[in-house]
């Protein structure tokens, strides 16, 4: 392959990268503007269109790159030179993480068939991730020496959203008070205490969220304030100190970030320093880089395997009709393949799946909805694939597999962080525990619901419990928009024979859905079927659920609290 066909095809890469990040930023920079003027339906199709544009600049790209190289494109050993030359027309970039990626989507769109390999493709990182510094314009930084009052009112005036607040003072005092009781109460003010934030601002939904940290008590103490924007005016929503619930606001089950990152790798380290439990690539995709996030994904796991030798198990829990799912027991992902053929009463093909799979990636997951990430010929070392699994990929998804000496190659997978099904929950826990996850379980169903999200196949074997017990919906075949069902409340019977009718005595169209029907088999546990009914009323009045659709039709939009509303300053204040 010619030296000068390898450059300009490396040239041709980076500027389509460049091009991607300058889109990138443009749509991340209408963001704060829509805040302002409370435009959550232009913040909704921004994020949409973000999420689609990394596809969208790819496929053109990658066909011009095939007609530049013409025979040499389908040739591994020509994207050697491509890569080296691209190598160093990359080094010095301040994103060079993120192009190495983006290198890596087009090797992969060209070269469909090829499993990943180091030659041509940047499968460990070649960078050394950047530091963040005190002296950074990443940061906002507050001495001691101006006290807790003077630091909340210049927080406030550094952070402008360009609206009037509800009532600024108010918020101080807020904020003001929170600290004293959970911080103060138990550190006190030494002389190297600083208070540091984020200069971006992370918006996502309805809300404005800043990030920050303070040194004391000899340790980084991070925080979170979220700024909510009402009819009325900007207003503080709370002050957030619990780890925990830091993380559910960086959830794999929530919506991606849009935030303002010149340089991604020093909003991730600042984020790993204030949430340090959340692996790196997790934090990527909170901030919208997901296809890098995927490719950090894939290095854990190559890691992973080098560093522990248990198999691959067919996942527990009830087999699905659409899916087939394995995992590590040392890992927590599932894999997941959609089966070659689907049993009765499954009648979608594998291209419909694909596409409920897409319709989740692109909509507001409200903390209910499992991220994923889709992968294309992933070679797994088969000495470590337990001859049980071995023969359930056989008999299920033939066509996505290929068995070489060495390896397990499947076509075609999703992954999904490792949850503990519902179902298997439920037949193990006391009554409290099933009690309280029953009623998180309904909580789910209604918050999808009023995210336009109609799961379709309820039952508590498509759920399941995080680390904190948070109910999370995982499973899309038959998932739906809410406004395209037609609910209805179940005829009553009135003659001998349609008392006693062996099927449906009335009509039944495809998108009909009876509520009243979800009481026979929601929860099957007696102990605790009756305080989930009973809290749950609701689901199973057909009005309830029409209530809802108008809304959504009339552009009410949802927004999902991504921590207890209890906790919030004006728990009554409209959004």
Known sequence: MPQTLAISLAEKILQGFK??????????????????????????LIHQQRLRLYKDLLVPLSEECKEILKHHATEPSSWVYVKNHYSKLIVDMYNVELAETFFNSVVRKILPKKVVNEDFMFVVEGFDSIEITENSELIQTYPASLGVERI?????ADYDFGAPYLNREQDVRFLVNSVKEVILSRYKIAPDTTTQLLKPVFYRNKAAYLIGRTFLGHKWMPFIIPIMHGPKGIFVDT???????MSNIFSFTRSYFMVESKIPSQIVAFLSSVIPHKKIHELYNAIGFNKHGKTLLYR??????????????????IKGMVMTVFTLPSLNIVFKLIKDHFEPPKSMTRQEVKEKYKLVSLHDRVGRMADTHEFEILAFPLERIHPELLTELRNTVNSLIEITEKELIIKHLYTERRLIPLNIFLEQCSQDEGIKASIDYGSAILQLAQANIFPGDMMTKNFGLTRQKRVIFYDYDEIEFLTEMNFRNKPKAETYEQIYAPEPWYSIAK?????SEFKRWMIGRADIKEAFI???????????????????????????????????????QEI
């Open 511 to 515: 998108n009909d859905v009876f509520p």
């Open 19 to 44: 091009t991607y990040m300058s889109f990138f930023d443009t749509y991340t920079k209408l963001v704060p503007t829509y805040f302002q003027e409370r435009n959550w339906i232009e913040i909704q």
């Open 534 to 572: 009973s809290y749950h009323n609701q689901l199973f009045d057909a009005d309830h659920w029409k209530q809802i659709q108008e809304k959504i039709n009339a552009g009410e939009l949802l927004h999902a609290f991504p921590y207890p509303e209890e906790i919030r300053f004006r728990s009554d």
């Open 152 to 156: 909340i009112r210049q927080i406030l």
């Open 239 to 245: 002050l957030i100190f619990d780890p925990h619930m």
């Open 300 to 317: 854990d796991f190559l890691l992973h395997l080098k560093d522990s030798d248990d198999q691959f198990l067919i996942a527990p829990g």
